[in-house]
């Protein structure tokens, strides 16, 4: 169905359906992740291991966020540590 200009079509709300076990098990590998110290994990990539400097690790660890937010907020991937 075609709109004109400036009409809207209000859509009914969709709800997504959120499976519990799913979510607990994701939670799992999380707290799995989250438990050691950022400086005793090593992360791998395509299989391979990346390479972290040290300095980049050691100032994160001080952030106040945890090891999966190294990786899902960029920090892996810096080269270098910047405040």
């Known amino acids: 169905m075609q709109q004109a200009a400036g009409e809207y079509v209000i859509m009914s709300p969709v709800k997504v ?7 607990e098990a994701a939670q799992a ?3 799995k992740i989250n ?5 005793n ?4 990539k395509d299989g391979k291991e990346i390479e972290v400097p040290k300095e980049v690790v050691k ?9 999966t937010d190294f990786v899902l907020s960029g920090y892996i991937n810096l080269k270098k540590w910047e405040m």
Not at 17 to 23: F, Y
Not at 41 to 44: S, T, W
């Open 35 to 39: 438990k050691p110290d950022l400086e």
């Open 29 to 31: 590998v999380l707290n």
């Open 59 to 67: 100032g994160f660890v001080y952030c106040g966020l945890n090891n």
């Open 17 to 23: 359906v959120v499976n519990v076990e799913e979510l």
């Open 41 to 44: 994990i090593a992360f791998h």
